[in-house]
């Protein structure tokens, strides 16, 4: 069946952008969500669809999408966008979805 | 608002079955399809199973598929998952989740909004 891969671990420095990613085959046909879990707490979407934020995520999230991988940046990191990121499609076959591994972001 | 708020973990023994629910308020219930996904200790997200918005569809990861069943209720506005012949695998944080509104599964922009704060179900002996 298909998968999701991402980076274990990616870090930022305070204030820069970084680029968070997520490979799989079903996004080729498929859009990705994102979301964000810190510790203790349940998952937050932060990004959706082509590149849509729900109300109350700051514009610094974004998203993309290119062939088999989908991409969340987020422009000039917060000490508070320290988390997990999970990105999440349904897969080829139509009837499952499916999660990445998750990435856990530090931002220095 | 919107709340998703779960009930019914434990520890159980393996082999033991487990029911639980997610009872839900601050939205039209019946018009939306739920999710079940879980997350082991110290692991990643896992997708459990999905039920549409009336019950006709239901769709299991395979590593619950014959264990595992969703439903709901939608005069109670409550979605369960009742869990058998449950495995020290099974053990995890289980999160109840509710598809964004307007979606539809088998558009390609298909995904959850909300979730609720989930509920831990141990298997152990």
């Known amino acids: 069946s298909s998968e999701l891969t991402q980076d274990p671990a990616v870090s930022v420095a305070l204030g820069q952008t970084v680029r968070i990613t997520c490979q799989g085959d079903?996004?080729?046909?498929?859009?990705a969500s994102w979301f964000q879990q810190k510790p203790g707490q349940a998952p937050v979407l932060v990004i959706y669809g082509k590149n849509n934020r729900p109300s109350g995520i700051p514009d610094r999230f974004s998203g993309s999408s290119s062939g088999n991988t989908a991409s969340l940046t987020i422009t000039g990191a917060q000490a508070e966008d320290e988390a997990d990121y999970y990105c999440n499609s349904r897969d080829s076959s139509g009837d499952h979805l499916l999660f990445g591994g998750g990435t856990k972001l530090t931002v220095l | 608002q919107v709340q998703l708020v779960e009930s019914g973990g434990g520890v159980v023994q393996p082999g033991m079955s487990l029911r639980l629910s997610c009872a839900t308020s601050g939205f039209s219930f019946s018009n939306y399809g739920m999710h079940w996904v879980r997350q082991a200790p110290g692991k990643g997200l896992d997708w459990v199973a999905v039920?549409?918005?009336?019950?006709?569809?239901?769709y299991y990861a395979d590593s619950v598929k014959g264990r595992f069943i969703i439903s709901r209720d939608n005069s109670k506005n409550t979605l369960y998952l009742q869990m058998s012949s449950l495995r020290a695998e099974d053990t995890a944080v289980y999160y109840c989740a509710r598809e964004r509104p307007g979606v539809r599964w088998e558009l390609p922009d298909y995904g959850m909004d909300v979730w609720g704060q989930g509920t831990t179900v141990t298997v152990s002996s």
């Open positions: 079903s996004l080729r046909s498929n859009y």
């Open positions: 039920i549409w918005y009336d019950g006709t569809n239901k």
